[in-house]
């Protein structure tokens, strides 16, 4: 038996959702044919890359065990109980710095930090890396806060990140600005990877579930840094893979300024299953290597709907794609029930096509005015 709002889960349609003029629906149309197109691609490298052989299906149902059962099952939130736990006192250091090209000038530093992260088995040997995230920081006046910009799967460099999540804007603004490179991404992506990010798309579920709770140390680790270091308040700001993460955060802390996920996923059990359903390889052998159900409750331990949101209401924005053919517009929209319906914006266009950036760009930077001023 899984969550209840994990087997809610459902395909919706344009009907649920608000009305949108002539306009917007061909913007969404388009932006819709994008993301086919992109996952016909990412099909092939799934069917290339991920899907595994046969003989390799008993050890993957095994590395799902002990989430669907037992005490990870039972108490999901003790899997990143060092949440609770006193924070260690740690500092970045500081490895390049150059100053912004933005109206108020700052520094923008590359910032490295030892974690000391230990994997929650203790018989798995591989070690992290550092955390890494580029800091930009205002000289003169004390920030309004900081945003912790977290960016999505496959991403992971800087300068691409910061267009895509708005950090100039964002930055011009007043709030400083941290983008996070999260685990197995970019500079961090592993020698023997194949892309960025590939850790967090294997089908072994207690590496990719051991992705995740390295990625939630880490920015529970910076958050409580960001908090000594300027005093000022910190929110997140998450694309996809980030928004997912940005969301699970809001049920594990309660001291978040504000949680805006952008085009989030909440289960990733469900996003695989699609994949798998789609796939080549998984048509010719006639039979899945998981159900659907058996995905959603293997990935059970950090999705987003386990959790109770522990951060006020008003805090709260979601940005969702009416023609998001990557994470259904169904995941975003069960968020928003989850979050007892809080405040939500759909754009016209779809995950990879956001069309009308300017006006996204205008209703975070409200929203993070709302939470802050």
């Known amino acids: 038996m899984i969550a209840p709002a994990l087997a809610d889960l459902a395909e919706i349609g344009s009907n649920d959702l608000p009305l949108a003029g002539w306009t917007d629906w061909l913007l969404t149309l388009f932006g819709a044919g994008l993301d086919d197109a992109a996952l016909q691609a990412m099909r092939i490298v799934v069917d290339r890359f991920v899907m595994p052989e046969p003989d390799a299906v008993d050890s993957l149902r095994q590395s799902a065990a002990p989430f669907v059962s037992g005490q990870l099952w039972d ?14 006192r740690r500092s970045p250091r500081s490895v390049m710095s150059r100053y912004g090209g933005t109206r108020k000038r700052g520094v923008v530093a590359t910032q490295r930090f030892e974690t000391g992260y230990k994997p929650y088995d203790a018989a798995d040997s591989s070690s992290a890396d550092e955390l890494c995230f580029e800091h930009w920081t205002h000289e003169l006046d004390p920030p309004r806060a900081t945003v912790v910009a977290l960016h999505g799967f496959s991403m992971g460099y800087p300068r691409i990140d ?86 699970l955060m809001a049920g594990l802390r309660d001291d978040l300024a504000f949680v805006v996920p952008m085009v989030p996923p909440v289960c990733m059990g469900d996003l695989a299953w699609r994949f798998f359903t789609r796939s080549r390889v998984q048509r010719d052998a006639g039979a899945a290597v998981f159900s659907r159900d ?80």
């Open 75 to 88: 108490d999901p939130r003790s899997y990143f109980s060092f949440v609770d736990a006193p924070a260690e």
């Open 294 to 373: 058996e995905l959603r409750s293997a990935f059970r331990v950090h999705s987003p709907l386990t959790y109770e949101c522990r951060v006020a209401a008003e805090r709260l924005f979601i940005l969702a794609g009416r023609g998001d053919r990557i994470v259904p517009p169904d995941h975003p929209h069960q968020l928003w029930k989850h979050w007892g319906k809080s405040k939500i914006h759909w754009f016209a266009g779809s995950h990879l096509a956001p069309f009308r950036r300017s006006a996204l760009q205008a209703a975070i930077l409200e929203h993070f005015d709302a939470c802050v001023d």
């Open 162 to 247: 910061a267009f895509a999540m708005f950090a100039a804007a964002i930055f011009e603004a007043g709030y400083d600005v941290a983008l996070v490179t999260l685990p197995f991404h970019g500079a961090r992506t592993p020698a023997d990877a194949r892309f960025s990010g590939e850790r967090f798309a294997v089908p072994h579920v207690a590496q990719l579930n051991e992705a995740v709770r390295q990625a939630i140390f880490e920015i529970d680790m910076l958050i409580t840094w960001l908090h000594q270091h300027s005093g000022a308040p910190v929110g997140l700001l998450g694309l996809s893979l980030g928004g997912y993460l940005s969301a």
